[in-house]
């Protein structure tokens, strides 16, 4: 598809995950800020009913669905409207289309172990990686940052938690080990999810679109069950020891009802600096998008006057024993993070669709991580994929062992 001067001179933009709510905001960022990004590639699982109306608006040059089947239905809708995008179908296109001519970023927001390959390409190709797939890092950061540091490529957080520590160090030595920073601690702020004041014995009970309706963020289903088990806080952990090169043991779990304050970093000089703003993914997106520059996210600025007060307590992991797991798995390195996200996934889609109550998602990812496994390596995507699919195939087992009706 060709394109005209001011196109051109536009950063071009690879949205993959472009049908989730991450790639919503992306695009309505976009949208806010035309003369400096065009959409250059939409990428997404299947949903094409979602996808088709983004390609009318935006026609980028290549649209993608890794199912065979929904792409062959966008390829009949984008040719019966005469619209010269090309159509694609399968992972192997979406890891193709982020090396291609005209793709200077790529958003990374396909959800869990399946936005890996895609994830790890973009960084191969030397891109700047705008990384909202938190599993990519949980299971191969040394695959994915030592691919970075070969080609190139820029990895910015989008991660509200991530980003905001990022915000917080010293803008000239981004990308270098905090421990050269004079940093003490990085803190991860976590809002408790929906469950955070829920009597413990109520838990067995907890439905789906109950564990879905968090009291601050607007997410999808599988982070939302994340947030509400503090799984999420427990895989952003160990991102953030990929991202910023710190041990576990230097980064404490802040729990914030409020979600005002998104990170926060202490400085060995007593100093402790933190990024606060309204609980709008668009921000970090939008800084990510242009950093080290500022642009318009569509988001106000908190009013500070308004606050009526912020609290924060340590958490608690006998309520949550997700986050508890996640951190032991961050000790215990090698394969652990790989193995612990593939359980959790297992586990999670067991409890959305009604097979296996809240409180046993925990137990699943226990049992599979107390398992012993000879399958994978850290040294391969290949070995990564391997040790994923073996925990995958123990949880499944377990789910079928403490499988148990769930209202919905």
Same mark, same amino acid.
């Given at each position: 598809?060709?394109?005209?001067?001011?196109?051109?001179?536009?950063?071009?933009?690879?949205?993959?995950?472009? =049908? $989730?709510?991450?790639?919503?905001?992306?695009?309505?960022?976009?949208?806010?800020?035309?003369?400096?990004?065009?959409?250059?590639?939409?990428?997404?699982?299947?949903?094409?009913?979602?996808?088709?109306?983004?390609?009318?608006?935006?026609?980028?040059?290549?649209?993608?669905?890794?199912?065979?089947?929904?792409?062959?239905?966008?390829?009949?809708?984008?040719?019966?409207?005469?619209?010269? =995008?090309?159509?694609?179908?399968?992972?192997?296109?979406?890891?193709?289309?982020?090396?291609?001519?005209?793709?200077?970023?790529?958003?990374?927001?396909?959800?869990?172990?399946?936005?890996?390959?895609?994830?790890?390409?973009?960084?191969?190709?030397?891109?700047?990686?705008?990384?909202?797939?938190?599993?990519?890092?949980?299971?191969?950061?040394?695959?994915?940052?030592?691919?970075?540091?070969?080609?190139?490529?820029?990895?910015?957080?989008?991660?509200?938690?991530?980003?905001?520590?990022?915000?917080?160090?010293?803008?000239?030595?981004?990308?270098?080990?905090?421990?050269?920073?004079?940093?003490?601690?990085?803190?991860?702020?976590?809002?408790?999810?929906?469950?955070?004041?829920?009597?413990?014995?109520?838990?067995?009970?907890?439905?789906?679109?109950?564990?879905?309706?968090?009291?601050?963020?607007?997410?999808?289903?599988?982070?939302?069950?994340?947030?509400?088990?503090?799984?999420?806080? $427990?895989?952003?952990?160990?991102?953030?020891?990929?991202?910023?090169?710190?041990?576990?043991?230097?980064?404490?779990?802040?729990?914030?009802?409020?979600?005002?304050?998104?990170?926060?970093?202490?400085?060995?000089?007593?100093?402790?600096?933190?990024?606060?703003?309204?609980?709008?993914?668009?921000?970090?997106?939008?800084?990510?998008?242009?950093?080290?520059?500022?642009?318009?996210?569509?988001?106000?600025?908190?009013?500070?006057?308004?606050?009526?007060?912020?609290?924060?307590?340590?958490?608690?992991?006998?309520?949550?024993?997700?986050?508890?797991?996640?951190?032991?798995?961050?000790?215990?390195?090698?394969?652990?993070?790989?193995?612990?996200?593939?359980?959790?996934?297992?586990?999670?889609?067991?409890?959305?669709?009604?097979?296996?109550?809240?409180?046993?998602?925990?137990?699943?990812?226990?049992?599979?991580?107390?398992?012993?496994?000879?399958?994978?390596?850290?040294?391969?995507?290949?070995?990564?994929?391997?040790?994923?699919?073996?925990?995958?195939?123990?949880?499944?087992?377990?789910?079928?062992?403490?499988?148990?009706?769930?209202?919905?």
């Amino acid at each position: 598809m060709a394109r005209t001067q001011s196109e051109s001179a536009c950063a071009g933009v690879a949205v993959l995950g472009s =049908t $989730g709510s991450i790639g919503a905001s992306t695009l309505d960022v976009i949208a806010r800020n035309r003369d400096r990004y065009r959409v250059a590639v939409l990428a997404a699982r299947s949903r094409v009913d979602v996808m088709w109306p983004q390609v009318q608006a935006w026609q980028p040059e290549r649209a993608v669905l890794e199912d065979p089947a929904a792409a062959e239905e966008l390829a009949r809708r984008v040719s019966r409207a005469g619209l010269a =995008t090309e159509v694609l179908g399968g992972e192997r296109a979406i890891c193709e289309v982020v090396g291609a001519e005209g793709v200077d970023i790529v958003m990374a927001a396909i959800v869990g172990a399946a936005g890996l390959r895609s994830t790890l390409a973009a960084a191969e190709a030397g891109r700047r990686v705008l990384l909202a797939n938190k599993e990519a890092l949980v299971m191969a950061g040394g695959l994915v940052r030592a691919a970075a540091t070969r080609s190139g490529a820029t990895l910015l957080p989008i991660d509200s938690e991530h980003n905001a520590i990022f915000q917080c160090l010293p803008h000239f030595q981004q990308g270098v080990d905090v421990g050269t920073l004079g940093i003490e601690r990085l803190l991860l702020t976590a809002s408790g999810g929906p469950f955070l004041r829920r009597a413990p014995a109520s838990l067995a009970d907890v439905t789906p679109a109950e564990a879905c309706d968090h009291p601050n963020w607007s997410m999808g289903q599988k982070i939302s069950v994340d947030s509400a088990t503090m799984m999420n806080k $427990g895989l952003e952990v160990i991102e953030a020891c990929w991202l910023f090169g710190v041990d576990v043991d230097r980064i404490d779990v802040v729990v914030h009802p409020q979600s005002v304050i998104h990170s926060l970093v202490r400085y060995v000089d007593g100093s402790t600096l933190a990024e606060l703003g309204h609980a709008d993914m668009r921000t970090p997106i939008a800084h990510a998008l242009a950093w080290p520059e500022r642009i318009d996210a569509g988001v106000q600025g908190l009013d500070l006057f308004s606050l009526r007060g912020l609290e924060f307590e340590r958490p608690d992991l006998e309520r949550f024993p997700a986050l508890a797991l996640a951190l032991e798995a961050a000790r215990s390195g090698g394969l652990a993070g790989a193995r612990l996200n593939a359980a959790n996934e297992v586990a999670v889609e067991a409890f959305l669709v009604g097979r296996l109550r809240f409180t046993a998602i925990a137990p699943v990812v226990e049992a599979v991580l107390a398992t012993e496994s000879t399958d994978g390596d850290t040294a391969s995507l290949e070995g990564i994929l391997a040790a994923d699919a073996a925990a995958r195939a123990l949880a499944a087992e377990q789910v079928g062992r403490l499988a148990a009706p769930v209202a919905p």
